[in-house]
């Protein structure tokens, strides 16, 4: 006879695999990292699929930057109003990107931070929120007759600078990026 292997109860989040999966994706985080850490550069960076995630910096300066509204998947919906910000080149100072997980009855933030100036090119961001001081030269705003609402308007600018922002992110992608001066923490946090 054949004895039934114990299932955990619905709803409940084994520790051991828990963390043995986040070690797994650390350590290939860190293998990802060092890579890139002796060139400095990493290319086709995407950042989806694990729900909402903040980025915070003191000044973003971009060129090159287009503006428009869609509906995006998020960690708790399949249709959520975003904005999608692209932005052909661009520099971050004091850049700031951080989750926040449920663990148990703890929160740990994973956080990646940079110290030096950050350089990034072909850079396509989701927002479902964008707090900032921002500036913009040569703005355009521009309507067009489309059936697809997502295609009725659009908002383009030569240069655009973002200072003291947060922003909560549900894709990033950049098509290169040197963060030199990286720093990866993992930590317990109060919620």
Request: a neutral charge; proline letters at 3%.
């Amino acid at each position: 006879m054949m004895e039934n292997p114990v299932q955990p109860l619905e709803g409940t989040t084994s520790k051991k695999v828990f963390w043995s999966a986040l070690a797994s994706g650390f350590l290939t985080l860190g293998l990802l990292l060092v890579s890139f850490g002796v060139s400095g550069v990493a290319y086709a960076v995407p950042i989806a699929g694990v729900g909402d995630f903040y980025v915070e910096f003191d000044k973003l300066v971009g060129k090159g930057y287009t503006f428009y509204p869609k509906m995006g998947k998020t960690s708790s919906s399949d249709s959520a109003p975003q904005g999608t910000n692209i932005i052909e080149t661009l520099t971050i100072d004091n850049l700031q990107l951080y989750k926040d997980f449920q663990v148990g009855g703890e929160w740990i933030r994973v956080k990646i931070t940079a110290s030096k100036p950050v350089q990034i090119s072909g850079l396509q961001h989701d927002a479902g929120l964008i707090e900032a001081n921002a500036k913009f030269e040569n703005l355009v705003l521009e309507e067009n007759n489309s059936s697809d609402w997502q295609k009725q308007f659009q908002q383009t600018s030569s240069t655009i600078v973002l200072e003291n922002a947060k922003l909560k992110t549900h894709y990033l992608f950049q098509k290169t990026i040197n963060m030199n001066g990286m720093k990866l923490t993992v930590e317990r946090i109060k919620k």
